[in-house]
């Protein structure tokens, strides 16, 4: 089995500033999406767009106040509001030609920072958006799930993309590791980290050709 090393602690700030370069970009491309249309100024999507633009800086100005307390600030959170929140966020990701599936099934609450959460499935969806030039579908779903101790929610985020090589998905959560041209590598392991430190676990299947899974298992709140 290949050993996949955690992220040294000196790279949180790589990680801080990989995530906030993030929302700036979502930001950009809602205004570039919203450029598009005649008459924007008098149009409810300049509404959508100012809208958009100020929740990304919001989360960007909250990720870094969290990087005092950290990330691992525990809140009681229901997926489904969770996700529900994020809808309009994660179709400026992934752009007009991936459609968006959220599924969320009767789960108990999780102890996790929900903003940190939700970053993280940010994450998982610009990968899977640039796994689908083409388009396709990204889906995430939240399902009850038996654990080795106790019972836990699982957190899947499905694309339909090109899928990984063998030796690509043994390196994926490897800090640094990218084989974009203008990847930092620390998405993935930016990921993990904090799913590991809310007592979770990452894991990814993936197939070339078909697209990938990348599935997070965390603790329900007894
Ligand atoms: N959904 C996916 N489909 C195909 N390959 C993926 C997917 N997610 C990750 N990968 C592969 O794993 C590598 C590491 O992903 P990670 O998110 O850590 O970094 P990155 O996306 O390359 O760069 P960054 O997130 O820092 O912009 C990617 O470069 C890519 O090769
Ligand atoms: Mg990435």
Request: charged residues 20%.
């Amino acid at each position: 089995m290949t050993e996949i090393l955690p992220p040294l602690a000196h790279d949180a700030t790589a990680v801080l500033i990989h995530d906030v370069g993030n929302y700036i970009q979502i930001a950009m491309s809602a205004m570039r999406l919203m450029s598009r249309h005649n008459g924007v100024a008098s149009s409810h999507t300049l509404w959508a767009m100012v809208a958009q633009a100020e929740d990304s800086l919001d989360r960007a100005g909250a990720l870094i106040r969290l990087s005092r307390t950290g990330l691992t600030s525990g809140e009681d959170v229901r997926l489904d509001e969770c996700l529900a929140e994020m809808g309009t966020l994660l179709r400026y990701v992934t752009g007009p030609n991936v459609r968006v599936r959220l599924h969320v099934g009767i789960v108990p609450k999780v102890r996790v920072n929900r903003l940190g959460l939700q970053n993280v499935l940010v994450n998982l969806a610009i990968n899977a958006r640039d796994a689908m030039p083409d388009g396709g579908v990204l889906s995430i779903s939240a399902l009850f799930a038996d654990g080795p101790e106790a019972p836990e929610v699982e957190v899947t985020v499905t694309d339909t993309g090109t899928g990984m090589e063998k030796d690509v998905l043994a390196r994926a959560l490897e800090p640094r590791f990218s084989t974009k041209p203008t990847g930092s590598g620390m998405g993935l392991a930016g990921a993990r980290q904090f799913i590991e430190e809310a007592g979770g676990r990452i894991t990814i299947s993936s197939t070339l050709g078909r697209g990938t899974a990348v599935t997070l298992r965390l603790p329900t709140i007894v």
